[in-house]
């Protein structure tokens, strides 16, 4: 799982012997605000200390953007009313858990002159350094005997101090950046680091302000008329610019965009289906560093398919940083395989958007063993009908399924484009073809399964969601489900939902989001109409495919 580092941020106020406790002390005209334009948090309140004493507090930080080490938090304490004795402790709090469990096998940490100093390495042996500098020109910060650093001052009425703190990170994972690597990951390359930012905090908001602004100037999208929805679109593109990074393709971006522990930091279906789309047409460089993920994952998921008694690759329903399964539900981690054409499908896309031919003969090898785990995954028949069988889709109240549209399409989809690629790779570059060690008779095999694989239909057009889904059980929704603010998931047992007409999210609607042409008009109204009637939208990507379908139908309301 993604591991919680100590906490840089720590800092503790003091006044008249009283420690600031937001949750039980008087405060009053409170602001909290997050700038999305460039990642700033402000937050700014009255405290009243006493009946004789108020502090006005003011708290500014940011993540640099432009020195992505960095750290940098401002402060600014006014006394409203009365004198009063602030006291300041600062440093950093390294008794930090992940999911309660604390995953450093070694800390230590120790104050030199006036910095806080922490290193650590974590029970997967990876080393972390860690640098706090906290400094006012009204008050001086040293040693309080507990590896913090503390200062005081005392203010009359209408007095006010300004205390800058910088905090610096590096770690194991990262990319060399200095000349000599001997000295890369030191508390001398974490100091200089704070010693080349002490006196610029203009300049070091200037340059974090222009990279922010540049990605704004690729991503922005401007609505007319409707404030609300230009918040929810500034938001959602805020979190996708700061959860992705264009300079690292060893990891995704996680479920929760690193901002919870929620799902351990593992990486899903997410990253190609839903995030690569923006970041391929407003930064590319960012995609392809998506892209190359999976590229970089590729020896885990031939192991994941090794475990379960297949041959090539089959990638994690939730991958770690190697590939590797980590997904805690059988259910999932077995059945859900369509993750395995969704990599695929993210990574033609990129391609197909750059035609970066050098990126197809690196990302081909996927393409290969990805196709060779479905040859040995799927049935084929005495008859030489193919089938494939025990999936889930993307709705997953419905476990067991055979011959789901959804995973069978995009299956379909994924073994013709990797037909498609090896052919072009061996009139481009035959070394790398020979490299593929693929045979003729693979070849001809993928393009059979592909064109075999049934999507199955009822005579009006509607695509089933699996074989034998217009035969499962009709629920009735207004007698399980009495409190609609909560999902439907949490009435009714998994067993009743994997034989019931319930739907998760949008499994069938997916196709025509995905292929834009594969449905007429006529066809996806009937399909959406059939299938809206049994969703729950219990998961959040569902309403996202509805309404973009609905946009396409017209169905503006």
């Known amino acids: 799982e993604i591991v919680n580092l ?21 405060i009053s005209n409170y602001q909290r605000v997050l700038d999305m334009r460039d990642g700033l948090l402000y937050r700014i309140f009255d405290w009243e200390v006493d009946e004789n004493t108020t502090v006005k507090c003011e708290f500014t930080r940011f993540v640099s953007l ?35 469990y604390n995953h450093f096998a070694s800390v230590t940490k120790r104050i030199a002159g006036k910095d806080c100093l922490v290193e650590l390495v974590t029970d997967n042996k990876d080393i972390v350094m860690m640098a706090s500098r906290t400094f006012s020109d009204m008050a001086e910060f040293k040693d309080n005997g507990n590896n913090e650093l503390q200062a005081a001052v005392i203010l009359n009425a209408n007095e006010s101090i300004n205390i800058n703190k910088l905090s610096a990170v590096l770690t194991s994972k990262d990319e060399k950046i200095w000349a000599n690597e001997n000295t890369y990951l030191s508390f001398e390359n974490l100091r200089q680091q704070l010693d080349d930012a002490e006196e610029k905090f ?12 540049a990605r704004w100037e690729r991503s922005k999208v401007e609505i007319e008329g409707d404030r609300r929805a230009q918040l929810a679109v500034n938001f959602s593109i805020y979190h996708l610019l700061r959860a992705a990074n264009p300079d690292n393709n060893k990891v995704a971006v996680c479920a929760k965009g690193f901002a919870g522990e929620a799902y351990f930091g593992h990486f899903f279906w997410d990253t190609e289906i839903y995030l690569m789309p923006f970041f391929i047409y407003t930064n590319p460089a960012t995609a392809k560093a998506l892209a190359e993920f999976r590229i970089n994952t590729l020896e885990g998921a031939k192991r994941n398919a090794e475990k379960y008694g297949y041959n090539g690759a089959k990638y994690p329903w939730e991958s770690s940083v190697t590939g590797d399964e980590q997904c805690p539900n059988w259910q999932y981690a077995d059945h859900e395989i369509h993750i395995n054409a969704d990599v695929v499908f993210g990574l033609w896309h990129y391609y197909s958007a750059t035609g970066d031919d050098d990126f197809l003969i690196k990302a081909a090898p996927v393409f290969v063993e990805t196709a060779r785990y479905w040859i040995s995954r799927v049935e084929i028949r005495p008859d030489g009908s193919v089938n494939l069988n025990g999936v889930m889709g993307p709705d997953e109240y419905t476990c067991f399924s055979n011959n789901n549209a959804y995973t069978n399409m995009m299956v379909s989809w994924a073994l013709s484009k990797t037909v498609e690629v090896v ?6 570059d035959e070394n790398a073809y020979s490299l593929l060690g693929i045979t003729d008779e693979e070849i001809e095999k993928f ?37 609609r603010r909560k999902p439907f998931g949490q009435f009714v047992s998994q067993e009743r939902l994997y034989r019931s007409k319930a739907l998760k999210q949008a499994d069938v609607l997916m196709l025509p989001y995905l292929f834009p042409n594969y449905l007429n008009e006529k066809e996806l109204a009937a399909n959406y109409d059939y299938y809206f009637k049994y ?10 495919i509805h309404s973009i379908l609905c946009c396409k139908m017209g169905r503006m309301k």
Not at 451 to 478: A, H, M, S, Y
């Open 6 to 26: 100590p906490y840089m941020l720590h800092f503790k106020l003091i006044a008249n012997g009283k420690p600031l406790d937001m949750s039980s002390l008087m």
């Open 66 to 100: 432009a020195r992505k080490n960095l750290v940098v938090q401002m402060m600014n304490f006014n006394v409203l009313k009365g004198k009063c004795e602030l006291k300041f402790v600062s440093g950093i709090e390294e008794k930090v858990k992940t999911n309660g």
């Open 202 to 213: 203009e300049e070091l908001y200037s340059e974090h302000e222009s990279c922010w602004n």
């Open 423 to 428: 052919k072009h790779i061996k009139e481009i």
């Open 447 to 483: 393009r059979e399964v592909a064109e075999k694989l049934p999507v199955l239909t009822l005579d009006n057009k509607i695509v089933l969601q699996c074989e034998g889904f217009d035969r499962f059980e009709e629920l009735d929704f207004d007698k399980f489900w009495t409190d």
């Open 535 to 544: 969703t729950t939208h219990d998961s959040s990507l569902s309403s996202i």
